[in-house]
């Protein structure tokens, strides 16, 4: 192997991408050549070191007016797009053709066509109501289809501050998305911060009504050991006069290791029965 | 099970605009610091991020879903960066001028002169690649910082990724010897 294809090889050792074969013919070379091995090595020394610049790291961190213009711009790009008129085509030769040319039929023509706009524009006015309806309601599950993506995004992100504006925009989504309702039980139950924990949990209140959400807020209780976040949970449970955890409250009653969280359970029990 | 970028691309180009956030929330950041490498302005790469995730609805269309995602945005935003730097007649604004760039400090369990000449370094090694010309600094870039493939980078640079390699070889020795010459300035 000469020097200019040892050379060629020296990315792939940088990044460790180097194959089996590659790796044997350079080390036969680099143990002959002195130029060589120590160019690998100088170069390769800077390029770890190019891992501890700023940029490399997150260090460099956007605006915070970056997100909102993302999310306007995106939303005026969907309003345009359903706002924009059907491209307008030329009118064929055929359809001149169709014209008459005597002034009287032009009259009569017109006045028949005249007549069946007024018949289409009341058929359509006899039920506009429905259809209307159908277009806000489409409208506002693509609304809450958005807001459903922001959420879920938000709370998939590794700082905790982006994870609690994740919870917020959880308050805007339907109750009955699951989708949201799951991702709000994971960050219940796994997200390392408390405060994103606690805030999941009151963000938990709209979706009271799904029987599928009691249930697992009534299995997410003892999963947690932080008693801020037991105690959070327990006044959930309250709220939502939730009898069914009437065991799960009763073994903290009785087992619960802090004081606080005891006592609280004691007190749901109380104001459940 | 999360859903791939090229997935959520080929929605988007079958209308589901919305899906487009998804794939803002997974790589604005990456695309800010890109910018902020080529273009070292704050305010430059925030427009310039905005500008790729327009151009990305707008072009739509044109994705190819068997091709990645990643290698196809990044080919955006080298277009944006151009576009964006011939309107503005090639301004590049001084590294001295970006307030925001300062280099990360030291291990604490080292000792102050250590930390100094650490420091030094790494600001010199930031100046050097400043002075890198722009296609030897942005494929360092798309490498070491964007932690693209090579077979990515080719994609994005349109060339062989052998091609890649070997620049980035080269790239490598351009730096070096800047940072030499930086660094004897300096002693001098």
């Known amino acids: 192997m000469t020097c200019d294809q040892t050379k060629a090889l020296f990315a792939d050792y940088w ?3 180097l194959s089996g074969t590659n790796e044997a013919a350079l080390e036969v070379h680099l143990a002959g050549c002195e ?20 940029a490399f790291e997150d260090a460099v961190e956007p605006g915070p007016k970056l997100r909102p213009r993302f999310y306007e711009t995106l939303s005026a790009y969907r309003q345009g797009l359903e706002s924009a008129p059907a491209p307008k085509l030329p009118p064929g030769p055929r359809l001149a053709s169709l014209w008459p040319r005597r002034v009287a039929w032009q009259v009569a023509l017109s006045c028949a066509l005249l007549l069946m706009g007024i018949g289409i524009g009341f058929a359509v006015r006899s039920a506009p109501a429905e259809s209307r309806g159908s277009e806000v309601a489409q409208l506002h599950a693509e609304v809450n289809n958005m807001r459903q993506l922001v959420a879920l995004s938000l709370l998939q992100q590794q700082s905790a501050s982006e994870r609690l504006r994740g919870v917020s925009f959880a308050y805007r989504v339907e109750p009955s998305d699951s989708e949201v309702l799951a991702a709000l039980l994971e960050t219940v139950n796994h997200d390392p911060n408390v405060n994103v924990r606690l805030a999941a949990v009151d963000a938990l209140h709209p979706f009271a009504a799904s029987p599928a959400a009691r249930e697992a807020v009534i299995q997410a209780l003892p999963r947690q050991t932080t008693p801020l976040v037991q105690v959070a949970l327990i006044d959930l449970l309250v709220d939502l006069k939730e009898k069914e955890a009437e065991p799960e409250l009763r073994r903290l009653a009785g087992m619960a290791s802090d004081p606080g969280v005891r006592q609280r359970a004691q007190w749901a029990l109380e104001k459940l029965q | 099970m999360k859903t791939t970028d090229n997935t959520l691309m080929a929605q988007v180009s079958n209308g589901e605009i919305s899906k487009l956030a998804m794939l803002f929330e997974r790589h604005h950041r990456a695309l800010f610091r890109y910018f902020v490498s080529m273009n070292r302005d704050r305010d430059v790469a925030e427009d310039l991020v905005q500008d790729v995730f327009f151009r990305i609805l707008r072009y739509r269309t044109s994705y190819d879903p068997g091709k990645p995602f990643t290698a196809w945005m ?3 935003a080298r277009h944006a960066s151009v576009d964006q730097a011939q309107k503005r007649g090639g301004e590049v604004v001084g590294i001295a001028e970006y307030a925001g760039w300062h280099v990360e ?6 000792g102050p002169e250590e930390r100094a000449s650490h420091n030094q370094s790494l600001g010199l090694l930031q100046r050097a690649m400043n002075r890198l010309p722009d296609d030897k600094r942005e494929i360092l870039v ?16 349109g060339c062989e990724v052998g091609t890649v390699k070997v620049r980035i070889y080269r790239a490598m020795r351009a730096l070096e010897q800047i940072y030499l010459a930086m660094e004897k300035e300096k002693a001098s």
Request: one cysteine or more; charged letters at 25%; a positive charge.
């Open chain 1, 15 to 17: 990044s460790r991408s």
């Open chain 1, 35 to 54: 130029a060589c091995r120590g160019e690998l090595d100088r170069l390769g020394r800077l390029w770890r070191e190019l891992e501890l610049l700023p």
């Open chain 2, 142 to 157: 798309l490498s070491r910082f964007q932690g693209l493939k090579y077979e990515q980078i080719a994609e994005v640079l």
């Open chain 2, 105 to 110: 400090p030291a291990s604490p369990a080292a």
């Open chain 2, 74 to 76: 990044y080919q955006i």
